[in-house]
């Protein structure tokens, strides 16, 4: 008999991300389970709004809180662990894990895993000025020896606004697209060997077929860990 699949919580910012993460669940888990099955899923998010403002005025123990609060709310509908599909506030994930009622995977982590099972050497980190600015992914690559580089401050201002005005509403202007493909490709002129697409909308425009290296869907890499820890089920 095979064992009980575990019941996936999902802490969620932001909507398209997190979107993009149940879809793979749901679609991934019938491909392993078969027609129609997935393990259980629940998901709690607050308002965005609440998240940028504590991003803003770069409140991480605000951050953790709103973090916290899903996570107590999924631990009582039944969860057995967590992931956040949104890779900016886990840079407040360190300030969550001693008072978390459920386990997390970290989106850094299962990232650097593929990217080391790949043969990746150095990694270029795209997402919100929030996010690249942080040591999420700096500490997560170093964890699997990976070099890293961040995009120009330019470039990190054009991510943001793209990112947060348009990709997080659902907008995908092609104009902005091909302003996101000239940032790979300046990463990749800085000696990238591919690119962690580290805001999890990101993948809803940028892939390897349009990119000038090869690309690292954090969106889709979190999903498939969660699958992996949740088909193992409980002992």
Not at 29 to 52: C, E, F, K, N
Request: charged share 20%.
């Amino acid at each position: 008999m095979n064992a009980e699949p575990l019941h996936i919580g999902i802490v969620a910012c932001s909507a398209e991300g997190a979107a993009l993460c149940y879809r793979t669940l749901c679609a991934e888990g019938a491909q392993r389970m078969g027609p129609h099955a997935h393990p259980q899923i629940s998901l709690h998010t607050h308002s965005l709004a609440d998240y940028v403002a504590c991003l803003d005025r770069r409140d991480l123990d605000g951050v953790a809180a709103l973090m916290l609060s899903s996570a107590g709310k999924l631990a009582r509908a039944g969860a057995d662990f967590l992931i956040c599909p949104d890779n900016t506030i886990h840079q407040a994930l360190d300030r969550v894990l001693p008072d978390s009622p459920l386990p997390w995977l970290h989106i850094a982590r299962e990232v650097a895993a593929i990217a080391a099972a790949r043969g990746h050497r150095r990694i270029g980190i795209l997402g919100t000025h929030w996010l690249v600015d942080s040591d999420v992914y700096p500490a997560g690559l170093a964890e699997r020896g990976l070099e890293f580089a961040r995009p120009s401050a330019d470039d990190r201002i054009l991510l943001g606004r793209i990112i947060m005005d348009e990709l997080v509403y659902g907008v995908f202007d092609p104009a902005s697209v091909a302003r996101l493909q000239g940032i790979v490709e300046r990463l990749r002129d800085a000696g990238c060997d591919a690119a962690v697409l580290g805001c999890t909308e990101l993948p809803l425009v940028l892939n390897d077929a349009n990119c000038a290296l090869p690309t690292l869907d954090s969106t889709r890499i979190l999903a498939r860990a969660a699958l992996d820890r949740a088909l193992a089920g409980r002992a």
